[in-house]
């Protein structure tokens, strides 16, 4: 997956310069049936399935700083997130579309890297990238995304699923990403460890598809937004309220580690955003299950708490054991 | 498709409240299983369809200015300039995703008026917004759509299918779009017409459509970025060269005018974008057949030329009788 022409600058190259540097990097598909180069591209899709499509719009100093990532990491990144969507649903991805503006003072080098990245990342999914749009931007560099993907309609696992007195599970640790931030936004290094989760997070893929085929979740969100905002859409779409015992919830011996030394910062492991870890519900008797498709995976599945009636609210027993309600709310793009 | 209760900022309604405001003006469809509000959209397809989709990213200030248009028709614009790529496959539009960066100023007013043209847009091709993503920007208003529809494989048109001898067609007329925004950047304020072509371009689909079930077109584009570049994407794809006419290049009452009194700005007609008619090539036999459908549309198809072999290039046949080989170049997006 290597360009190994570099080139100077995008007025040299030219909007469909880029587009054919972009196209030759692609691998052929044969559900691809007519790819990058015409007005729409054209697929297939296995039969008897839904299509599932999320979008998500990644702006530079909104979303990202470049100063913070590699270019490599970012295409990756932009690429997992949007796959996170398709794990969340139980579905399997197949497509990709790129839209990029880019802002002209960009390296060729670093444009370059951001498509490699993205590709590998889509490659890793066994997905093509079918299409987009390039352009000039002013300001920031923008990158929008669109995925496509399928599952079956008896398989499909949405948010307002949960039953009251389910499980609640999360894979993964949780608030590695928002530590990474945190770090980074007081001129701190993360460590590698935390970097790698904040700049290149794992979409959950095979987990998703897993719960989906074999029945498992009842209702499954990506946390993107903060475990608390992303627990509040199920809890919202379901009309349901919810516990959870925070003591339970799995954190990484670095987490671990800070929280001992800066207690303060616990409302940033609860509700700091970007873990792209699945967050599900589960009939309790299925914890068996659940236990061996850890084991599969390689991949800690954790119950946090359990589902109640909507008049619960959202409650959290804290470390110290007193239960407090809780609101659930995450990151507001449009709060000052 | 109205929205009674106003809001005053997007900082007090907020990134959910805002999806819930456009949620609650989408109507609903029996082919959208689940909409807007879960990690993906699930949708299902007419079967034995391939899927289309295209993806446009509008950025302010590169692909429109506020100043010069209302936000209702930049909403309606929205959605067009991307039906505009169905219509090019011969495909029929079914779902579109919207992904927008809103600066913080943008007034509440401003963003209904603009989700009520892109809604509207959406409902009059029969067609519903399924999904997307919301999100501030620091600086432009960004705009990125994702449309998919659907084709019969054995229908589609793309652009390489174009045939040495087959003649070369145009909807509608050119060139409105370009003088329009010639005179917007010049300070001056184009005539109701020349605004409507602008800012509320037509996306061809009952054309693109026809011409796909009654097998008459063997390649098309749309014109986005000008009458010679999207010729020179067909030329490119199909291995062709071409001779047009520039006396048979269909133009308004409007434009003509203009060019009689301002001769120099022909190429602003010929290379400007943004028609959104459809280019296609046919065999010249089927010219009663066409002349049939634009009676039933009620839409001029002018034939404009004829595929030569690659190495005839593109020429054209000027108003004074001259022949001139021309550059298939239209606007590049990364040139200074």
Known sequence: ?????????????????????????????????????D??????????????????????????RRCWTDMYSLGRKSAAVNLSDIA??????????????????????????????????????????????????????????????SVSATQMIRRDGAQ????????????????ALALLKKGETPSDYLSQRHHRPTPRLALGRALAEQGLASSMIDISDGLLAD??????KSSLGAHIDQQQIPLSPEVRAHLQQHPED????????????????????????????????????????????AEKRLNIVQLNGSEHQVCAEGFNHFKS
């Open 1 to 37: 997956m290597s360009e190994s022409t570099p080139f100077k600058s995008l007025a040299e190259l030219g909007e469909f310069g880029l587009i054919d540097r972009i196209k030759r990097q692609v691998l052929q598909s044969p559900d691809v049936v007519c790819g990058i180069g």
């Open 88 to 149: 969340a649903m139980g579905g399997t991805p197949h497509h990709f579309y790129l839209g990029v503006g880019l802002p002209t003072d960009l390296a060729g080098i670093e444009l370059d890297n951001f498509c490699r990245g993205f590709l590998d990342e889509a490659l890793a999914a066994q997905t093509t990238l079918c299409g987009g749009d390039t352009c000039r931007s002013n300001h920031s560099l923008l990158i929008s995304v669109t995925v496509q993907g």
């Open 39 to 64: 007005d729409c591209a054209a697929v297939t899709l296995p039969e008897d399935k839904l299509l599932l499509t999320s979008k998500d719009l990644l702006i530079e100093d909104v979303h990202f």
């Open 266 to 309: 616990e409302t940033t492991i609860l509700r700091g955003g970007e873990d792209y870890e699945l967050l599900f519900s589960a009939p309790p008797r299925r914890g068996d299950d659940l236990d061996q498709l850890s084991s599969q995976l390689n991949l800690p599945l954790t119950r946090i708490g359990t589902l109640l009636p």
């Open 231 to 236: 627990l509040g859409h199920i809890l919202k």
């Open 164 to 179: 009251e007195g389910e499980a609640l599970y999360v894979s993964g640790t949780l608030g590695d990403s928002a530590l």
